[in-house]
């Protein structure tokens, strides 16, 4: 690893101000990606800013069915919340399977987008969720938040201090994991609340996460596996990679979508 | 330069690093607690799993100055009296070792597994939850055996004292 300075930020303030007079800073949460990608020397931030310790970003809060998550709300203390998961069990279990059990004890939801990897789990479930991602300047709907891979709305200095979502009356969460990495190669998110029917893509789409708005219409007549028989997903649009091609990966996305309605609507596949 | 503060097995200690030293060189090189291994850099294989306030992390992802400030338990701490904990009877008794590189962070998980697992474990759920550790010898079936020996015999115990 390159040298770099380490700073603990007490306030989110504090983090701003210290990213500001860094010449080349990177905020640190978990550190599931960062650390391991500067031991590999493929990053090299003069400077750490350290948000994991600010209180004001931890924690889960359930008022009703809206739903905030704090920003360094580790994955475990996500997924083992037990008022989010009576009203949203999609999203426990989604963080109860990401990664491994010792990343889900330091990772954290805000580092996870900020980060925005197109293979990454959250990003499908904030969009398909329709959240509200809260920084330190601004509120923003999820779809304006995730721009492309690796890349968000978020300014250098700008700070995710939490996601908020009204929990949908039904949603699920299925993926195909990578068996190395654990990396999705396709999952896809689903929720329902009344006609209202979202379904959001990740670990297959070449500019990252998106909504797959054919299945959603497809969806919106006959809420059940078997609508989404003919739809085709475009491989031009998927990454294609070592661990996959675009062809599979669409066949996956549909698979994985079928899943996730055969799951909500209690129907078999 | 980083001032480094942790309560490590019970003990407080205070030392320097530099920023970018990792918490498990910190722990093997200036606490001599060598028990804690690193079996790779890119954080895939567990070798240095330690606790951290009580949940298990992989020592080898995290800066010391991050840890600053926290209590860490290392392998090296299951046994302060020197006389062995459940994991480490049951990996003796089950042969859940060959080579014995990748123990520490084997035991050391199936520890923070256990405790969130009161309600014992089965075959499953026990593979499931090693998936951030990796043994090259062993082929897994008899670490398996180990944690769910232990995870019985300790739940027992639990019962027991209840
Ligand atoms: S040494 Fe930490 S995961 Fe391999
Ligand atoms: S016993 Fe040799 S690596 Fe596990």
Same mark, same amino acid.
């Given at each position: 690893m390159y040298e770099t300075q380490y700073h603990r930020a007490a306030s989110v303030e504090e983090a701003a101000r210290l990213m500001g007079e860094a010449e080349d800073g990177k905020f640190l949460a978990g550190g599931m990606t960062l650390i391991p990608t500067m031991k590999q020397r493929l990053a090299s931030p003069s400077d750490l800013i350290d948000l994991?310790? +600010?209180?004001?970003?931890k924690g889960v809060t359930v008022d009703g069915r809206t739903v905030r998550i704090g920003a360094v709300t580790t994955h475990y203390d996500v997924s083992t919340n037990e008022e989010l998961a009576k009203i949203c069990p999609a999203i426990t279990n989604l963080a109860g399977h990401i990664g491994d059990p010792q990343v889900r004890n330091m990772g954290t939801i805000g580092g996870s987008i900020a980060n925005? %990897?197109?293979? !990454? &789990?959250y990003p499908s479930a904030l969009l398909a969720l329709d959240a509200t991602i809260i920084t330190s300047q601004r509120s923003l709907p999820a779809s304006d938040f995730f721009i492309g891979l690796f890349e968000?709305?978020?300014?250098? %200095?700008? +700070?995710?201090v939490a996601v908020e979502f009204v929990a949908p009356d039904k949603a699920a969460y299925k993926k195909f994991p990578?068996? !190395?990495?654990?990396? !999705?190669?396709a999952g896809v998110f689903v929720a329902k609340s009344g006609d209202n029917i979202r379904v959001a893509v990740t670990g297959a789409g070449e500019g990252g996460v998106f909504r797959l708005k054919d299945a959603e219409a497809a969806l919106a007549g006959n809420f059940s596996p *078997? !609508?989404? &028989? *003919?739809l085709a997903v475009d491989p031009d649009v998927l990454l294609s990679d070592m661990h996959a091609s675009a062809d599979y990966r669409a066949n996956l996305v549909k698979v994985m979508a079928k899943r996730a309605v055969a799951e909500i609507s209690n129907r078999p596949m | 330069m980083a001032k480094v503060e942790l309560f490590v097995n019970g003990r407080a200690v205070t030392g320097e690093a530099e920023d970018r030293t990792l918490l498990v060189h910190f722990l093997r /090189?200036?606490?001599?607690?060598?028990?804690t291994h690193v079996g790779?850099?890119?954080?895939?294989? =567990?070798?240095c799993v330690v606790h951290v306030d009580g949940r298990a992390v992989? @020592? #080898?992802?995290?800066?010391a100055a991050q840890a600053s400030g926290s209590t860490i338990t290392t392998? /090296?701490?299951? @046994?302060p009296n020197g006389e062995l904990h459940p994991l480490q009877v049951a990996f003796r008794e089950n042969h859940a070792?060959? #080579? =014995?590189?990748?123990t520490p962070g084997m035991i050391m998980t199936s520890v923070d597994m256990i405790r969130r697992h009161p309600n014992g474990l089965d075959e499953a759920t026990v593979r499931d939850q090693l998936e951030g550790n990796i043994c090259r010898?062993?082929?897994y079936h008899n670490i398996v055996k180990a944690v769910l020996d232990a995870s019985d015999k300790m739940g027992k115990g639990a019962v027991k004292a209840a």
């Open positions: 994991r310790r +600010i209180e004001a970003l925005n %990897d197109p293979a !990454a &789990d968000t709305a978020l300014q250098p %200095d700008e +700070i995710v990578n068996p !190395a990495s654990l990396y !999705a190669m *078997s !609508a989404l &028989d *003919s | /090189e200036n606490l001599g607690l060598t028990g790779c850099d890119t954080s895939q294989c =567990g070798a992989k @020592s #080898c992802t995290m800066l392998i /090296e701490g299951l @046994s070792l060959q #080579c =014995g590189f990748c010898c062993t082929g």
